[in-house]
């Protein structure tokens, strides 16, 4: 972390730059990703797309990690590292991509289908996106970052669903990962005292939402988080922008099917 950053207009541009290509790269994901497909050959789509756009993918060799996206599939909560796995039928997918390009990063995830999923998941994914939508309602001047985690926890655990605590969004801007922490859970503790929303402050909001327990773990590849006991878990993520006015999502220009 490295302190709240308010960025100018020039900053934000730039910003929206990354974002584009980050959202474009998981357009093409989504697109693309289909059963016996290996989570490696995703990678090496989004790599060649960032590359093509001019940028660079932010997760690559950040801490050591080994490629340019996450790939975290059914009970793989995020952190995934893509791979020999084969996609089957009835698998769900978090996506999470990160670019860097002109000084500045963008981050976005989203969680697709892979063939025929049984309702119940489809609905652990439909509610996960739709914490996002309830979290930014509250990203506005004056509000708190706990206003936003106590919408996203409210609609997950109205469905019965465990918030992932283990892991927070964050600030973004000329560093992935900045100050302050977005975190998709409150308690009495912290209500009220995150800190207050100023325009030209760029946040990453992303719920990690479980089927059963709210509990993870971290697999011995020192990277993939997956749940305590074993259910499926959905991610949904966008770089969002704090304005005078409504929230500006950096990531999402255009919705498109299926993500
Ligand atoms: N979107 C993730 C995050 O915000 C990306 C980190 S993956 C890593 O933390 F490999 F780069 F660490
Ligand atoms: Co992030």
Request: charged share 25%; hydrophobic share 35%.
């Amino acid at each position: 972390m490295s302190g709240i950053t308010i960025k100018s207009a020039a900053d934000i541009e730039k910003m929206d730059e990354a974002g584009r290509i980050v959202e474009e790269t998981l357009n093409l994901l989504a697109k693309s990703a289909e059963i016996g497909m290996t989570t490696q050959e995703l990678d090496d789509i989004a790599a060649s797309y960032i590359k093509s756009r001019g940028a660079e993918a932010s997760f690559l060799n950040y801490n050591g990690y080994p490629r340019s996206i996450c790939t975290s599939v059914n009970e793989q909560v995020v952190h995934g590292i893509p791979g020999t796995y084969r996609l089957k039928d009835g698998d769900i997918l978090s996506l999470d991509v990160g670019a860097y390009k002109n000084g500045f990063h963008g981050d976005a995830a989203r969680t697709v289908l892979i063939g025929n999923v049984p309702e119940e998941t489809q609905k652990l994914v439909r509610v996960t996106k739709e914490c996002f939508f309830e979290g930014i309602r509250y990203a506005k001047l004056g509000n708190r970052i706990s206003d936003i985690a106590k919408a996203i926890q409210t609609h997950a655990e109205s469905h019965g669903y465990g918030v992932v605590r283990d892991l927070v969004g964050h600030g973004i801007g000329r560093n992935m990962h900045e100050d302050p922490e977005v975190p998709n859970f409150w308690d009495t503790a912290h209500f009220g005292r995150g800190a207050r929303l100023e325009a030209g402050m760029t946040i990453a909001i992303e719920p990690m939402i479980n089927a059963g327990t709210a509990r993870v773990l971290q697999l011995s590849d020192g990277w993939t988080v997956v749940t305590a006991d074993g259910k499926p878990s959905a991610h949904y993520e966008n770089t969002v922008l704090i304005t005078e006015g409504e929230p500006r999502l950096l990531t999402l220009h255009e919705e498109e099917e299926g993500t």
